[in-house]
């Protein structure tokens, strides 16, 4: 399974729990134990959550995020670079997206 070429949306559970194995060995080789650390504080907060739970759906351009999220523009960028160093998010000019294979909370 290439999790790097599907849309988290479609995963079963299965691939989702295999994407899960291979996000938390490549943390680990990546940053060691802190990896799977940094991946939960990522989202403990409950503004990043609400982030990841706005993207279940689509994508979506930052300016909406803000507004489905109800958070300032710079607020809004501290957060999605937070979800963007643990593998949750993926940003491409404008929009917001997840990254394949991450599991929806």
Same mark, same amino acid.
Request: with cysteine.
């Given at each position: 399974?290439?999790?790097?070429? +599907? ?6 559970? =299965? %691939?989702?729990?295999?994407? #899960?194995? $291979? ?24 503004? +990043? ?6 993207? =279940? %759906?689509?994508?979506?351009? #930052?300016? $909406? ?41």
């Amino acid at each position: 399974m290439d999790s790097a070429q +599907r849309d988290p949306r479609e995963m079963t559970d =299965e %691939e989702v729990r295999n994407w #899960i194995q $291979e996000l938390v060995n490549k943390l680990v080789e990546e940053k060691g134990s802190a990896g799977g650390a940094c991946s939960l504080k990522a989202i403990k907060n409950p503004v +990043r959550r609400n982030i990841l739970n706005a993207l =279940e %759906e689509r994508a979506l351009a #930052i300016n $909406e995020i803000s507004e489905r999220v109800g958070v300032t523009s710079p607020a809004l960028k501290y957060h999605l670079n937070f979800l963007k160093s643990p593998y949750f998010i993926q940003i491409e000019g404008n929009g917001v997206d997840l990254t394949p294979g991450v599991l929806l909370l």
